[in-house]
C-alpha cells in the first residue's frame, strides 16, 4: 500500500523552529518528486514547496522562501520540511504530498506564544 | 503565478441533486488540473486528475470536464457522502495552486 506519514508537527513560539518530516512507504520513493502542502485552521490550501526526485530543483512559495528549506534522503525513503523564523500565520496542518496522489494525513504545526 | 477561481464558495443541494462546480485558470493550463474532496479533520481525497480522469475507486457519479481555463466538477447525483468541500488544483506549473473550495451543504 502507496503510504505517507508525516510527524513533527506541534506548538512552537514566534521566531522558533520545527522540521518536519514525512515517511514514504510502499513505493520507490526515489523515483517521484515530492510536495509539502500546508492548510491554515478553517481556510483553504496553499502550496508550500516541490523537490525534485534528485533534489536538483527545489521550488519554494513566496511565502516562505528564505524561511523553509525542503529536503530528502532516498535512503530513508523520507521527505523533510526545516522551518525556521516562524510566524503565527505559518500556523497550519502540514501535509506530504506525491504529486496528486496520495497525500498523508497531516501534521498540524502550532505557532504562539 | 497561476490563478485558480472557483465558483461558488458555498453550494447548498438535495440528495440527488445534479450539482456542478466551476474552476476558472488564469492562463492556459491544458489539462493539467484535479479536483479534490476534504472532509472536516481529512485529508484530501483526489476525485479526478488530468480534467476529466476519474480516480480509482472514486463513484462514477463524479465527472470532470474542460481544458484550457475553464473546468468543471459535476456530481451527478448527490449523495449523503458527498457533502464535503470541494477544492481544484493546477499543477501546469511545478508551483500548484488551489481554488478557494466550495462547500457543498445540505439544502
Known amino acids: 500500500e502507496v503510504q505517507l506519514v508525516e510527524s513533527g508537527g506541534g506548538l512552537v513560539q514566534p521566531g522558533g523552529s520545527l522540521r518536519l518530516s514525512c515517511a514514504a512507504s510502499?513505493?520507490?520513493?526515489?523515483?517521484?518528486?515530492m510536495n509539502w502542502v500546508r492548510q491554515a485552521p478553517g481556510k483553504g490550501l496553499e502550496w508550500v514547496s516541490y523537490i525534485s526526485s534528485s533534489s536538483s530543483t527545489i521550488y519554494y512559495a513566496d511565502s516562505v522562501k528564505g524561511r523553509f528549506t525542503i529536503s530528502r534522503d532516498n535512503a530513508k525513503n523520507s521527505l523533510y520540511l526545516q522551518m525556521n523564523s516562524l510566524r503565527d500565520e505559518d500556523t497550519a496542518v502540514y501535509y506530504c504530498a506525491r504529486g496528486q496522489n496520495p497525500w498523508g494525513q497531516g501534521t498540524l504545526v502550532t505557532v504562539s506564544s | 503565478d497561476i490563478q485558480m477561481t472557483q465558483s461558488p464558495s458555498t453550494l447548498s443541494a438535495s440528495v440527488g441533486d445534479r450539482v456542478t462546480i466551476t474552476c476558472r485558470a488564469s492562463q492556459s493550463i491544458s489539462s493539467w488540473l484535479a479536483w479534490y474532496q476534504q472532509k472536516p479533520g481529512k485529508a484530501p481525497k483526489l476525485l479526478i486528475y488530468?480534467?476529466?480522469s476519474l480516480e480509482s475507486g472514486v463513484p462514477s457519479r463524479f465527472s470532470g470536464s474542460g481544458s484550457g481555463t475553464e473546468f468543471t466538477l459535476t456530481i451527478s447525483s448527490l449523495q449523503p457522502d458527498d457533502f464535503a468541500t470541494y477544492y481544484c488544483q493546477q499543477y501546469n506549473s511545478y508551483l500548484w495552486t488551489f481554488g478557494q473550495g466550495t462547500k457543498v451543504e445540505i439544502k
Open positions: 488530468k480534467a476529466s
Open positions: 510502499g513505493f520507490t520513493f526515489s523515483s517521484y518528486s
